[in-house]
């Protein structure tokens, strides 16, 4: 690790700070340790070939790349690092995700005998009910995805407009999840006879207040998919690969401003639940399904 300038040290200390800020308005950080941790990490001196500008911006950082100049390794996006580390307490945590490539994102071998992952291939599953099939999602998806993005996907599913940089290392980490069989399933909602990407929608096996068997269920639909019922569909698919992975009880949580996405959550069998609050004071709205009850 390259120390930073000492003349450095008083900008970088305002822009963690502003960072810090900006990531708890839009209900990222949801832990005081998180919070404060995000608050000390000099960020800028694990990424010193960078202007500290860029390195307290809300993207990734790229650190490495390829031969065609396609990213290989980069320090995670601040709203990433966040999210990942949003229930641990010690600094060293997010001091060591801060300096980590995407592609050394901490192994969870999950063996979760409850995922019911039995020596096959993760990255090729693929789900079809004849009118979508959702399939892992892939690099040469980021082109179709930066031009489907819209306003709402940015504010309820992504957390902000997306970036190609951002982007990509997302996708890299989903990829990653795939291979290691880890608690994030990432599918991309497959529309029409050539598959066209019409969306994304992913599976959390483990996540703040989540218990044990619970899913996290979390979806979007590009603009020009919308109103077709491809969202409920991709729902009921993904529910009943959550029970065949010994789910229990899939979880979807709405912002209550977010009726679409409330109504869907309805349509596919999810009954109103409780109530949360995120440390902003957003209100979610919990939506369940018991997946032990056939998800048809």
Known sequence: MTTPPTTDLDEARALRHQLADQLAEAGHIRSPAVDAALRAVPRHAFAPEVPIQKAYANDIVATRHGDDG?????????????????????????????????????????????????????HEVELSDGIITLSPLRLDDVEAHLTGEDELLARYLNGGPGTREGVEAYFRHCREQWAIAGPLRAFGIRAGADKTL?????????????????VNVAYGLYPSWRGHGLATRAVVLVSQYAASESGQEAVIQVNPDNSASAA????AGFAPSKQTQSQDGTRLDWYVRDLRIDPQ
Do not use: Y
């Open 264 to 267: 869907v959550a309805q349509r």
């Open 198 to 214: 019409a969306g994304t929608i992913d599976l959390r096996f483990e996540g703040e207040g989540l218990t044990s068997g619970q």
């Open 70 to 122: 396609s990213i290989i390794s980069s320090i995670s996006a601040p709203w990433l690092q966040a999210l990942r580390r949003r229930d641990h307490t010690s600094h060293t945590e997010i001091i060591s995700c801060g300096g980590a490539a995407l592609r050394d994102v901490p192994r969870n071998p999950m063996a979760r005998g409850g995922c019911g992952v039995k020596n096959r291939r993760m």
